[in-house]
């Protein structure tokens, strides 16, 4: 009798580091899920979804494309200044700020 009730104790106990470790696991796999369907399709062709998912799984840090930088085209030049603050591009000064209380002198 001693030995059944043992060997249920272990067994419950088995059970549960079990059931403990398939959970982790699926939460790695739901995690690592989540980064990859985060990527744009961009990131996701420069990467190769198995070695993704390896490393992500393992626990390895996982190096994403880098976007390229944004570059911003030319400010326009400014050529006068308005008396409230703004500026204008205009080149003729005439009615340039007008709504905005003028051309600052």
Avoid: Y
Wanted: net charge positive; aromatic share 4%; hydrophobic share 35%.
């Amino acid at each position: 009798m001693r030995a059944l009730v043992i060997a249920s104790v272990l067994a419950i106990s088995f059970s549960a580091v079990t059931f403990a470790a398939d959970s982790a696991d699926q939460s790695t796999t739901a995690n690592c899920a989540a980064q990859w369907k985060a990527l744009n399709s961009d990131q996701k062709e420069e990467l190769n979804r198995k070695v993704f998912a390896n490393d992500c799984l393992t626990g390895k840090p996982v190096p994403l494309p880098q976007a390229p930088p944004v570059t911003l085209p030319p400010r326009p030049p400014v050529s006068n200044s308005c008396r409230d603050g703004t500026f204008t591009t205009s080149v003729n000064p005439m009615n340039a700020c007008s709504g905005h209380g003028g051309v600052k002198n």
